[in-house]
């Protein structure tokens, strides 16, 4: 998005890919920590999750109990042969000398912009 915005200049874009486990044998130190803290925090994130899901009272607590423990079950234990991995996305552009009142008129966003692109959709209410 950035790299239309006329206030921006010199945008780049890097995706990079943190395995969180299970790990191949072949990760040095430094990506076997970032793993562990990236499984960590998914374990973490699983347990807000479930406070949000058991605050919206969409579910009986029961369903929602094992489907946390279930979850954080199925990330411990995850099979060798399965690899699951966070994409993270990093953007670094520089400011243009352009005030943000200069502008003749308000950005927009493109057409084909979806905010769910970048949002994870709710669920459907049954």
């Known amino acids: 998005m950035l790299e239309i915005n006329p206030n921006y200049s010199h ?8 395995p969180t486990g299970p790990w191949s044998k072949n990760l040095n130190g430094t990506e076997r920590k970032l793993a562990e803290i990236m499984q ?14 058991l605050h919206s009272k969409l579910f009986p607590e029961e369903f929602v ?3 946390a423990e279930n979850s954080m079950k199925e990330i411990r234990e995850l099979p060798q042969v399965v690899h699951r991995y ?4 990093f953007v670094t552009a ?4 352009n005030a943000w009142t200069a502008r003749k008129c308000p950005w927009q966003e493109p057409p084909d912009y979806d905010v769910y692109d970048y949002v994870v959709r709710p669920l459907p209410r049954e």
């Open 11 to 18: 945008v780049q874009v890097k995706e990079v890919l943190v």
């Open 40 to 53: 960590a925090n998914l374990l973490r994130l699983l347990a807000a999750w479930k406070a949000s899901i």
């Open 65 to 67: 109990d094992q489907l």
């Open 86 to 89: 966070n994409k993270c996305v």
């Open 94 to 97: 520089m400011r243009n000398e």
